[in-house]
Nanobody, 122 residues
Framework: QAQLEESGGGSAQAGGSLRLSCAGSGSAVRSMAWFRQAAGKEREGVACIDSVGRPFYVDSVKGRFTISRDSAKSTLYLQMNSLQPEDTGQYYC??????????????????WGQGTQVTVSS
């Protein structure tokens, strides 16, 4: 059973924006991340945020995506601007309750959501 719940996915035109949310992280969670998986491809890290709030991004989304966290609401966000067709995929949030640092490696995280689909058309 998923311990996190993503929302905000949908369809967008190239150049458009979407904002993903991930609820249920809990105030005790330290490091969190967003991953995505395109059809027929492996899951890849998109962005992560460590225990002190420092964000990290994969090169392909730098300058376009912003990861943030509202600890009071136990919610993680991913603001996606200037979307491109290659951003299409199932987006997952992940959390590590004990982590200090964050890594864009799926095996590092113990809590996952079920994913939300993002489709970008040209």
């Amino acid at each position: 059973q998923a311990q996190l719940e993503e929302s905000g996915g949908g369809s967008a035109q190239a150049g458009g924006s979407l904002r993903l949310s991930c609820a249920g992280s809990g105030s005790a969670v330290r490091s969190m991340a967003w991953f995505r998986q395109a059809a027929g491809k492996e899951r890849e890290g998109v962005a992560c945020i460590d225990s002190v709030g420092r964000p990290f991004y994969v090169d392909s989304v730098k300058g376009r995506f912003t990861i943030s966290r509202d600890s009071a609401k136990s919610t993680l966000y991913l603001q996606m601007n200037s979307l491109q067709p290659e951003d299409t995929g199932q987006y997952y949030c992940a959390a590590d309750p004990d982590g200090i640092f964050c890594y864009m490696i799926p095996g590092y995280y113990s809590k996952w959501g079920q994913g939300t689909q993002v489709t970008v058309s040209s």
